[in-house]
């Protein structure tokens, strides 16, 4: 009886231990498979940060910093030099190929197109002249230069064989990279060649001038950016004093939004209200209103005379 009861007890106890060993085993399993679940939501997390990481970088990287307007061309030369400078990258020198008197002509002259050129990837850069306007390539399009392509026997100062430019949401043409989501903005710039004709001991010398048609465009006069809606952020540098009549209104109505505006020095509202009229512009515009106040004046006299008469 009791050998009986000992014997069942040890197959119970044999039993029991055989299913604590089952529970313990799937309890462990059931930990592992949760464990290796929390692995891959951790490592799905990880590679969507990254690749946001990535996706932030790509977009700091592609953005137009501030732009800032001057008066005058010396005063945008000196902010371009500072800004390339400041920017870290090596800087390369671009020498335009000329014919006939080509190198002494000025920018204007050669139809935007500079004789010298300092620029280095992640320079801010703007098209000077109408490429492919369907696709946004056109004058005034700003972008970021992301390569100088140079043909290995032709080093600088020589011309490079083109200019990767990121223009961001600007180009709207199909991609030149489309293995590369991130590249489908990049556009390949060439030089171009422009010419004209210029007077010599009676006759024409024929003259040519092959550049890039950009510039840097860290800064702009405010009649260069007549027309334009600039990207991002704008600080204006207005000086002192009006010395253009209506350029103030001009560089204050480049932005989008008033948030995006700077102004160095700051501005008084006697500038805009009073010493405005001082301008030498604004003198025949003061006579023109008087005189069209006194026409004013003169018919409603007119009318009420006659209204009177009428009901007389």
Known sequence: MSTDTEQHTATNKDHVEDKCKVHTNNGNNNSHTESDEENDKESK??????????????RSCNTIEANYLCWTEKEVTEKNTKCLQAAGSPKVLIEACHTGNGSIASTQVASGLQARLYVSIGAQVV??????????????????????????????????????????????????????????????????????????????VQNTRTMFPIRLCYAWTVWKAQGQTMPGKVVLSLGDREREHGLSYTAF????????????????????????????????????????????????????????????
């Not at 997390?45 to 790509?58: I, L």
Request: charged share 25%; hydrophobic share 25%; proline share 7%.
């Open 253 to 312: 109505s480049r932005v989008r939004r008033f948030s995006d505006l700077g102004i160095l020095g700051g501005i008084t509202l006697d500038r805009l209200t009073k010493s405005i009229q001082k301008q030498s512009k604004m003198t025949n515009r003061i006579h023109e209103e008087r005189r069209l106040n006194r026409i004013v004046a003169t018919t409603i006299r007119r009318i009420r005379t006659q209204n009177h008469n009428s009901s007389t």
């Open 45 to 58: 997390q990880q590679s969507e940060r990254e690749s946001q990481q990535k996706h932030e970088t790509n």
């Open 127 to 204: 098209l000077t002249k109408n490429m492919r306007q369907s696709v946004g390539l056109c004058n005034g399009a700003c972008g970021i230069v992301k390569d100088i392509v140079y043909d290995p026997t032709n080093p600088p100062p020589a011309l490079p064989l083109s200019i990767i430019i990121d223009y961001g949401d600007s180009y709207q043409g199909p991609s030149f990279f489309p293995e590369d989501d991130d590249k489908s903005k990049w556009v390949p710039c060439f030089p171009e060649t422009t010419n004209w004709a210029t007077p010599h001991n009676g006759d024409f």
